[in-house]
């Protein structure tokens, strides 16, 4: 596709409280927001989360390789995906994102008949790790917003005291899966887990870091285990359900390096797409992938929640049009392309 210009913004914002893992604090997210313009004037919206706490690929690098993107004539997917201009996969994420809703935006232009409204997408709760009396606090919170689905971050102090706490607050029938950010070490994992399958524990994401970890792991527990920090890619996924290593893949847009790839891992395990706490573009490119996932599961099968409501933990938002979160769903925008609209003055106020 031809491009008339690419525009690159860094931003951030902020928590209501701080986000506390296993692997840190953040008081806000940095993302950066990309808008590709083409020649016949469409503009379309991408963006890009550095993934900060887990080492990975820095704000300014991120940047520096969109903005490089404009000394190209065209873009296209297959040139976003390959090796030969090396982009990061939070950048290959922000470009391709930027590239469907350009090309949804355009689609929509030539619709003789209006799109039907979008389908809701289930989304499981985000609890912030804390101590076990505010953990359940936020779960009570969030289960009054019709969530059913709770996901708990620990690794960060008394893990069994907040999942005991989340059970006996949300009661028997909720699910609640847990997120170690891969913070124990294998024998801390068996100990954990054993502790917590009476519990009934929906399952267990990132209890260790390697595969090689998660395979010991996996065999000694009844709970459900699933790949995120280790599986960034096909051949990740491939490789996890040849050691046996995990039943599930939480799929990050910006760690994998973008909508289709996402789709791509799913085709090869059982999969839920999580935010990175992503902006309103990034959310709302997720809740596609999320629609997708959803539609091609095998009837009767159980659907897992996906992670995909944590605008609910920021405390402002650059979107005059992006998803809503209700009833425990996320509900996309029925705007063309991502159907997110930019509220330029809030995108100045967070402009980094």
């Not at 701080?18 to 083409?38: D, I, K």
């Not at 050691?243 to 790839?261: F, H, N």
């Not at 797409?273 to 539609?295: E, F, K």
């Amino acid at each position: 596709m031809r491009i008339a210009s690419v525009e690159v913004i860094p931003y951030a914002l902020p928590f209501r409280t701080p986000y506390v893992t296993a692997r840190g604090q953040l008081e806000r997210r940095e993302m950066v927001l990309l808008r590709l313009r083409s020649e016949d004037g469409l503009v379309g919206l991408g963006e890009a989360v550095p993934l900060s706490l887990r080492g990975g690929t820095g704000l300014a690098r991120v940047v520096e390789e969109l903005e490089g993107l404009g000394g190209r004539g065209s873009l296209d997917e297959a040139t976003l995906r390959g090796d030969a201009i090396g982009l990061s996969s939070p950048a290959r994420c922000a470009a391709l994102t930027a590239l469907l809703d350009l090309r949804g935006r355009r689609a929509a232009g030539d619709e003789a008949e209006p799109r039907a409204e979008p389908i809701p997408i289930e989304c499981n709760a985000t609890l912030v790790a804390a101590g076990p009396a505010a953990v359940a606090a936020d779960a009570a919170a969030w289960a009054a917003d019709g969530f059913q689905t709770f996901k708990l971050k620990l690794g960060a102090g008394d893990d069994f005291g907040q999942a005991y706490a989340v059970r006996e607050t949300v009661g028997p029938r909720a699910r609640i899966r847990i997120d170690a950010n891969a913070a124990w070490d294998v024998e801390t994992a068996k100990r954990m887990l054993a502790a917590l399958e009476p519990l009934e524990v929906e399952l267990a994401e990132q209890p260790v870091g390697t595969l090689e970890e998660l395979a010991e792991v996996c065999s000694s527990t009844s709970i459900p285990i699933a790949g995120d920090e280790s599986i960034e890619a096909c051949a990740d996924a491939e490789e996890a359900i040849r050691l046996g290593a995990c039943d599930i893949a939480g799929l990050k847009l910006s760690k994998v390096g973008g909508p289709e790839a996402a789709i791509e891992i799913a085709e090869v395990m059982p999969s839920f797409v999580s935010s990175a706490l992503d902006g309103p573009i990034g959310i709302a490119a997720a809740a596609q992938v999320a629609q997708t996932l959803d539609a091609s599961s095998p009837v009767g099968s159980p659907r897992l929640a996906h992670g995909l409501a944590t605008q609910r933990l920021f405390a402002s938002t650059i979107a005059s049009a992006e998803c809503q979160v209700r009833d425990g769903k996320l509900y996309p925008p029925s705007g063309p392309g991502l159907g997110v609209e930019v509220d330029e003055a809030a995108l100045r106020a967070h402009r980094l």
